[in-house]
């Protein structure tokens, strides 16, 4: 008797280990259950002709607001733009109101999440001086995908600065850290040129590319010495490359869309403060670098490091605007257009968005498709010409930088453990994300 499976994706080309097959992707229970020729029978069934399956995108870098600030963005809105964006799995930054910074604080996000996230998530679990002793504990808690250090002072209150306390936090634990690399004490030195006001152009001068450089040279160094791996977030600089590429047993790193779509001084002089991040975007060059550092396979992943803020706020004189734009949603419309301007191939694309995240986090069941695995699927129209539309765009914060952008190559469908959460722009059903298992802890 053949095998009876709850849903069946036929007629699609299907990216999986093997590269792209015409073949059938058979689910039961959540859990990927038949590839290859299925029998449908008593199955319900999708077909897919004309378009192409991916494993789930994980977006790994998202800043989702709740608790304490959710006028930029709450749970439920944050995984809504995921969903709509063709995204499965999110993990969500530590800057909120409060820090996450203890166990009862990730039990908070956790509660909160449950019944109203679109799709599966994780949490980070801050660092500070005064938690440290603590960190080897709480990142084995369910839910938490790991430590994030702010090196650099950004959004929140988030910031350990020394080396003396960042040995003190990177001693404490054993999974690999995420770091956001910029040098606080070179940032209060130049903060001055900027104090008194000033074009919004003057960012990535008073964060230049060595308070970048600095940090992460200075992060490699206390990770060798600690015997810590590290992931380094949001690399924006040329400089920054080659200290990453010569480190690649210790540390992984992140590429963001917006650092491979935008540049100085265009997109100060386009979007203002909209444009504003840390780190910073910059001038062309840098993007051109981390393109081909995508090439060279030296990116581990892409996250959208979605941090969205009203306009209100970001109208704002600069240097008081907020950083951050929010991404969560375009990340992967942008990475398909690329895929199809011939800046990267689909497997390539496929690797940043999916398997990177799974082969860094050491994710249980996600990231690739096979037997065993989630039933988590990205489905992707790699034709479809589309516009990012201001109407399309969930995030509570309500504006992206790359409104009215053309795309070619859309999201078409995201299903998340087998439910089919969004279909042709519209979700579908009721919240069911629930927190990503990760092999440490399961
Ligand atoms: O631009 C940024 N915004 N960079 C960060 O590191 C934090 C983020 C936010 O939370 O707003």
């Known amino acids: 008797m053949s095998q009876v499976f709850d849903l069946v994706l036929k007629g699609a080309e299907v ?17 990927i259950a038949g590839l290859g020729k299925i029998d449908a029978d008593g199955a319900e069934c999708l077909d ?28 439920e809105s944050g ?40 799709v599966d998530h994780a949490f980070f679990m801050g660092s500070s001086e005064e938690n440290a002793h603590a960190l080897a504990e709480l990142e084995l808690l369910p839910g938490c995908c790991g430590i994030k250090i702010f090196m650099g002072s950004s959004t929140g209150s988030l910031l350990v600065e020394d080396d003396e306390a960042l040995l003190k936090v990177l001693k404490s634990g054993r999974r690999r850290v995420s770091i956001h ?7 209060r030195e130049r903060m001055a040129l900027v104090r008194d006001g000033g074009p919004v152009s003057l960012h990535p001068e008073w964060r230049d590319v060595e308070a970048a450089r600095l940090a992460t040279d200075r992060i490699l160094r206390l990770a060798r010495k600690a015997g810590r791996k590290i992931h380094v977030l949001h690399i924006s600089t040329a400089e920054e490359i080659p200290l990453l590429a010569a480190n690649k047993d210790l540390a992984t790193m992140e590429a963001t869309p917006q650092h491979l779509t935008l540049a100085a001084p265009e997109c100060y002089e386009e979007w203002g403060s909209l444009a504003q991040m840390n780190p910073p975007i910059r001038e062309a060059r840098h993007r051109e670098a981390l393109w081909q550092a995508v090439r060279d396979g030296v990116v581990d ?10 306009l209100e706020e970001k109208q704002r004189d600069y240097p008081r605007s907020p950083s951050g734009m929010p991404g969560v949603q375009t990340l992967l419309p942008l990475l398909l257009d690329h895929f199809n301007a011939g800046r990267l191939t689909l497997q390539r694309l496929i690797d940043l968005t999916s ?6 986090f050491n994710i249980a069941g996600k990231g690739r498709i096979a037997l065993g695995y989630d039933a988590d699927f990205t489905v992707v129209d790699l034709k479809a010409n589309r516009t990012i ?3 399309w765009l969930a995030s509570k914060c309500g504006w992206s930088p ?6 070619k190559g859309w999201p078409v469908m995201t299903i998340v453990r087998g439910h089919v959460v969004m279909r042709e722009g519209s979700l579908l059903g009721a919240p069911i994300g629930e927190p990503i298992r990760f092999q440490e802890t399961l």
């Open 79 to 118: 995984t809504r733009a995921a969903a709509l964006g063709g995204v499965t799995g999110v993990f969500e930054m530590p800057n909120t109101n409060p820090s996450t910074l203890t166990a009862d604080d990730l039990a908070n996000k956790l509660a909160r999440a449950k019944g109203r996230t679109w």
């Open 389 to 391: 539309e201001p109407d």
């Open 181 to 187: 690399a910029e040098d606080e004490a070179r940032l």
């Open 48 to 75: 897919l002709g004309g378009l192409t399956v991916l494993p789930g995108v994980i977006d790994s870098q998202v800043h989702f607001r709740e608790p304490g600030l959710e006028h930029k963005e709450d749970l």
């Open 301 to 310: 992943v892409i996250g959208s490091d979605h941090a969205p803020h009203t």
């Open 15 to 31: 990216a999986t280990p093997n590269g792209l097959e015409k073949i059938s992707v058979g689910v039961s229970n959540g859990r």
């Open 355 to 360: 398997a990177g995240a799974n082969r860094i």
């Open 402 to 407: 790359f409104e009215g952008k053309a795309i």
